[in-house]
């Protein structure tokens, strides 16, 4: 996928293998975190390298990132140290006629930066409100609010996305020309992430209805 006018192409996330997969153009980029429902957030303490999932949500050009103020990461984090955040949809199996040449199909994104502390209370509710809508659209006006004391429980990151790239892997796959004609099935399995039927809590009183954005739930699947 050639790159776009967007994020600045000489930062640290070019991508060099298979450039031809990779782009800068923001509305890919923002599409992609929109999509993914968490990221991992890799980060170094010390010596020592740590990788944590966590929820997200991007506001603008931002991406913020929950944890909680006891956890590990947030402890670190708000010390603002590099950061580097992925996410990854996966979209398919790529089944090809020599095992050297399997893949995936998939849609990534890498971010770079230096994460900032969410600090104010209206900020922190702001950045709070844009992960529970990304999680549930809709589900802010329908649930209760953090109270001051869960607030100050609860972290927040804040992370640019002005050093960010999208990676993206689509089509058949790539045999080399002469296993073209080897007696082996290739071709895609396609993936997509799948929404069941939503079980209610066994305390749920009597008489509360299914909320329709929840009865509904559901994401792109991808191109």
Same mark, same amino acid.
């Given at each position: 996928?050639?790159?776009?006018?967007?994020?600045?192409?000489? =930062?640290?996330?070019?991508?060099?293998?298979?450039?031809?997969?990779?782009?800068?153009?923001?509305?890919?980029?923002?599409?992609?975190?929109? +999509?993914?429902?968490?990221?991992?957030?890799?980060?170094?303490?010390?010596?020592?390298?740590?990788?944590?999932?966590?929820?997200?949500?991007? =506001?603008?050009?931002?991406?913020?990132?929950?944890? =909680?103020?006891?956890?590990?990461?947030?402890?670190?984090?708000?010390?603002?140290?590099?950061?580097?955040?992925?996410?990854?949809? &996966?979209?398919? &199996?790529?089944?090809?006629?020599?095992?050297?040449?399997?893949?995936?199909?998939?849609? =990534?994104?890498?971010?770079?930066?230096?994460?900032?502390?969410? +600090?104010?209370?209206?900020?922190?509710?702001?950045? &709070?409100?844009?992960?529970?809508?990304?999680?549930?659209?809709?589900?802010?006006?329908?649930?209760?609010?953090?109270?001051?004391?869960?607030?100050?429980?609860?972290?927040?990151?804040?992370?640019?996305?002005?050093?960010?790239?999208?990676?993206?892997?689509?089509?058949?796959?790539?045999?080399?020309?002469?296993?073209?004609?080897?007696?082996?099935?290739?071709?895609?399995?396609?993936?997509?992430?799948?929404?069941?039927?939503?079980?209610?809590?066994?305390?749920?009183?009597?008489?509360?209805?299914?909320?329709?954005?929840?009865?509904?739930?559901?994401?792109?699947?991808?191109?």
């Amino acid at each position: 996928m050639p790159s776009h006018p967007g994020v600045d192409h000489r =930062s640290r996330v070019t991508v060099r293998r298979h450039p031809e997969r990779g782009s800068h153009d923001r509305a890919i980029i923002h599409r992609i975190l929109d +999509e993914a429902l968490f990221c991992h957030v890799g980060f170094v303490v010390g010596a020592q390298p740590f990788v944590i999932p966590t929820i997200h949500a991007r =506001s603008h050009d931002r991406l913020y990132v929950h944890g =909680s103020s006891a956890s590990r990461m947030l402890r670190a984090l708000g010390a603002r140290i590099p950061v580097c955040v992925t996410v990854t949809i &996966l979209d398919g &199996l790529v089944l090809a006629r020599s095992v050297f040449d399997h893949s995936m199909n998939y849609r =990534s994104v890498v971010v770079l930066g230096t994460a900032h502390p969410v +600090e104010g209370a209206d900020e922190k509710t702001d950045a &709070l409100r844009a992960i529970v809508e990304h999680v549930m659209p809709g589900r802010w006006a329908q649930a209760r609010h953090p109270t001051a004391k869960e607030l100050k429980a609860t972290s927040v990151l804040s992370l640019s996305l002005e050093e960010a790239s999208a990676k993206i892997r689509v089509g058949p796959p790539k045999d080399d020309p002469g296993d073209l004609t080897l007696p082996v099935w290739a071709g895609e399995v396609p993936v997509r992430l799948q929404y069941l039927a939503p079980r209610p809590d066994p305390a749920l009183p009597p008489g509360i209805d299914l909320p329709a954005n929840v009865a509904r739930a559901g994401r792109g699947t991808g191109s």
